[in-house]
């Protein structure tokens, strides 16, 4: 049973404007170090760093949160998946709300074409859990 849904969609140039605004700063203030040592060994930085900039937002939706409730962009880290794929790892209050939704299973889809960057972020329970 899905608990929670989100989509995200972002121009990359969004995020390519705040990495030479911010710099560092803003890669530390928004991705784990694993995802920015990922993101700046590909071809296309940008491009990485937006599709991940994607799902950190749009698991913040599937969580019913937005930005509010203490939830900040590193509680929600992007790490490889088996073949080609992706996983969201929650930490901190992101877990904690996950739990409280009822949240046990998380699907994520990233994909990046030209100047845009998308995700789909899949929040599944068991019926017993959500219940109540």
């Known amino acids: 049973m899905v608990v929670g849904s ?11 404007r705040a990495r030479a605004r911010f710099g560092r700063r803003f890669e530390r203030r928004t991705f784990a170090p694993g995802e ?13 760093f937006a ?20 939830i900040r962009f590193r509680d929600i880290e992007v790490l490889p998946g088996p073949g080609r794929s992706h ?9 904690e709300r ?3 939704i009822g949240g046990q299973r998380l699907h994520v889809a990233l994909s990046a074409s030209g100047a845009w960057a998308v995700a789909c972020v899949v929040f599944e329970g068991d019926e017993e859990a959500t219940r109540g």
């Open 6 to 16: 989100g989509v995200d969609l972002i121009e990359v140039a969004r995020i390519a």
């Open 36 to 48: 920015i040592e990922a993101c700046r060994r590909a071809a296309e930085p940008a491009t990485r």
């Open 51 to 70: 599709t991940r900039f994607a799902a950190k937002e749009a698991a913040m939706k599937a969580l019913g949160t937005g930005w509010r409730r203490g």
């Open 87 to 95: 996983r969201l790892c929650l930490h901190g209050r992101a877990a």
């Open 98 to 100: 996950a739990r409280e």
